[in-house]
């Protein structure tokens, strides 16, 4: 029993640039590997039960860093370590198929985040209450509006409760009533996970719910500490 | 995959670490267990949207080799004219067992490519992905085999347990596009060139295969007939032919042994090279 729930040891990650064939050519001549550096050097150490916030402008690593913390990408030095099951919330509704009927869908989509069918077929009633799509939920999904199936696709997200919650802003799907009971929803995530990561442009909501707030900038954390001095932080960046 | 108990036993764990990639002949077969709720839903949403939308819908997977078969055995009939009644038959098993193997080697060579964002979301076994692709042509060749039935009958074959070789045989296609194509997948990423490759060695296979011809005409033709029953190819298709009509498998036992030995090595280097390169390949996507 630790009390640390995510340790990040100095990740460094590479993306590598495609190359057609004069490049590749090009390349073997001068000896060089054309790459970019998505994330340097990050040392981050996350205890149980804290809720961080990561900012920075667009292509500064924020997903890349959740991503790696989920074990999408390996990092090419340093080492990742996590106490418990992980879940990223990103992009909600991932492999929705068009020609299969939203519970379907629910099933489908709840496998690819990984839950057993035991499991999915138990809360499927308790997902399909949550979408608030009704009968809709035996039509099948291509004719759907877009916010009914960021609702299916939420409420399938949302009925797991993992150790260690990553969210990649997410917040903001469906009509400004259901807008109200997802965040909601999330909230309470938030609150039922140990640890949380989240991704996000609103710094209202970073300032309320976080306990520290890490700026990262080109692939490097800048500063880490306090939401407000974070944010701060944040906007003397943008200068 | 459940949920672990909560709590109590949350020990630090090291994400991304790799397992050995000499044992992922081994690993594959316990992730596909391990995420067969999975493979199961992803393998029913490609065959639903291969056919949606069509008044005919799953009665194309046995139209569809019907038809092609209809061309080549008219094609053969100009060529050489006056071949044996079953002749058309065989194309049409060559048609579907070919079909299978080459659909399920470019759908698993194709696999990562295609699912750049689910990869991108969530992490699970990515092995998953070949697998599905070709478990979607293997269910999809399973139903195109339903034709067997009509065929029996018509032309009074006997129904013994040698039909058991039929699905044995569309496995085993099956079975070795899996391994070449998840040897490809990740190089795929690396540079599309696989996969244009991949299609035209599909294309070409297609002749030097007994789909248009059957072993037995093979060993008619001397030197280069039997050459060319070295090809992996020719042990499935034979299966199932030889199955259809009722017998064991008759080839040399030479070639038997050889196929099996070549589709299970191409299984395990498969899985070696996807297990070792995959992670790597998936930051070109």
Not at chain 1, 205 to 214: E, F, G, K, Q
Not at chain 2, 82 to 99: E, F, R, S, T
Not at chain 2, 217 to 231: P, Y
Not at chain 2, 266 to 273: A, L, R, S
Request: glycine residues 8%; hydrophobic residues 45%.
């Amino acid at each position: 029993m630790t009390d640390t729930s995510i340790q990040l040891e100095g990740i460094t990650l590479h993306f590598p640039k495609q190359r057609n064939i004069f490049g590749i050519v090009a390349d073997f001549f001068k000896k060089k590997e054309r790459k970019f550096t998505a994330l340097s050097g990050i040392d981050l150490e996350i205890k149980q039960g804290e809720v961080i916030g990561i900012i920075g402008r667009n292509g500064s690593g924020k997903s890349t860093l959740l991503r790696v913390i989920s074990g999408i990408y390996p990092p090419d030095e340093g080492e990742v370590y996590a106490a418990g099951d992980i879940s990223l919330l990103a992009g909600l509704g991932t492999g929705f198929s068009a020609h299969q009927t939203g519970r379907e869908n629910a099933l489908l989509y709840g496998s690819i985040l990984g839950h057993g069918e035991m499991e999915m077929r138990s809360k499927l009633e308790e997902i399909i209450d949550f979408s608030e799509l009704g009968s809709f939920i035996d039509e099948p999904l291509r004719t759907y509006s877009a916010g009914m199936k960021a609702r299916l696709g939420l409420a399938v997200a949302s009925a797991i409760n993992p150790n260690i919650l990553l969210i990649d802003e997410v917040l903001g799907v469906g009509d400004p009533n259901f807008r109200e009971k997802s965040k909601k929803k999330i909230l309470d995530m938030v609150k039922g996970a140990s640890t949380v990561v989240i991704v996000s442009h609103s710094f209202g909501l970073m300032t309320d719910i976080c306990d520290r707030v890490v700026l990262l900038d080109h692939g490097k954390i800048v500063t880490q500490g306090d939401p407000q001095d974070s944010i701060k932080a944040y906007y003397d960046l943008e200068g | 995959m459940m949920q672990e108990n909560e709590g109590a036993s949350l020990v630090l764990r090291q994400i991304g670490v790799k397992s050995n990639s000499l044992l992922a002949p081994f690993h594959t077969l316990t992730e596909i267990r391990k995420n067969r709720f999975l493979v199961r839903n992803l393998v029913r949403r490609e065959v639903r949207a291969r056919y949606r939308n069509a008044a005919l819908g799953y009665a194309w997977t046995v139209l569809e080799p019907a038809l092609l078969a209809s061309v080549y055995w008219f094609l053969f009939i100009m060529l050489s004219g006056n071949p044996d009644k079953m002749y058309a038959v065989w194309v049409l098993i060559g048609v579907i067992v070919w079909g299978c193997f080459s659909k399920s080697l470019n759908a698993a060579t194709n696999s990562l490519t295609r699912n750049v964002r689910t990869m991108h979301l969530v992490y699970f076994p990515r092995s998953i992905f070949p697998v599905s692709g070709v478990g979607a042509n293997l269910v999809v060749t399973l139903m195109s085999c339903m034709v067997i039935i009509p065929i029996i009958y018509i032309y009074d074959l006997p129904v013994t347990l040698h039909l058991l070789w039929v699905p044995i045989g569309v496995f085993m296609a099956g079975f070795m596009a899996l391994g070449f194509g998840m040897m490809m997948a990740p190089l795929n990423c690396v540079q599309r060139d696989v996969q244009h490759l991949i299609r035209f060695i599909t294309r070409a296979g297609f002749f030097v295969s007994p789909v248009m011809w059957t072993a037995e005409m093979a060993m008619e033709r001397g030197a280069w007939g039997e050459a060319a029953l070295w090809n992996p190819m020719v042990l499935p298709i034979t299966m199932v032919r030889h199955g259809l009509e009722g017998k064991m498998v008759e080839l040399p036992s030479a070639v038997i042994l050889s196929s099996v030995v070549v589709a299970i090595a191409i299984y395990v280097v498969g899985t070696i090279v996807f297990s070792k390169y995959e992670r790597g390949a998936v930051k070109y996507l």
